[in-house]
Each structure stands twice: as C-alpha cells, then as structure tokens.
C-alpha cells in the first residue's frame, strides 16, 4: 500500500478529497494519521466503515506526509479504485 500512496494518479490526499472519494465509492484504501483531529478521524473513520473501506492508521501526520510525497502534514489520503 505504501508503493501505491506515492502514485500521484493513484491517490488523494487531504481529508475533503479523501471524503469526496469514500462518498462517491473511488477509494480502495484509507489511511489516517493517528494525530488527526478528532473530529477528522472519527467522521472520516466512521464513513469508512459504513462504506466497507478499509482503514489504515498511520502513527503520525507527518509520517502520512512523507509517504504520499507531500511537503505537509496529511491527515488522511486513500488509494483510489
């Protein structure tokens, strides 16, 4: 999954582009920094869920950065379909 989230086509990254893909059935993968707002982690976790996407949680925002080739912290990103 990590190879995936650093194809710029592949991906989204920030948690309204995230939201958008899980809404309109695009991502194939969430992932999540664990230091998110809670308010971010819970809606997004939660949609996830009632969507049946599965949910990846990375240990910090700048580490989810890192992984997706951003210059920021990232609290979430997902694999698109």
Do not use: W
Not at 30 to 53: M, P, Q, S, T, W
Request: aromatic letters at 4%; proline letters at 1%.
């Amino acid at each position: 999954m990590e190879a995936l989230l650093k194809q710029a086509g592949r991906r989204v990254v920030g948690t309204k582009q995230v939201l958008r893909a899980v809404e309109e059935d695009r991502a194939a993968h969430v992932f999540l920094g664990k230091d998110a707002d809670g308010f971010i982690y819970h809606r997004l976790n939660a949609l996830c869920e009632e969507r049946h996407v599965p949910v990846t949680v990375v240990d910090s925002m700048q580490e989810l950065g890192k992984l997706c080739q951003v210059d920021v912290k990232a609290a979430s990103a997902a694999v698109l379909k």
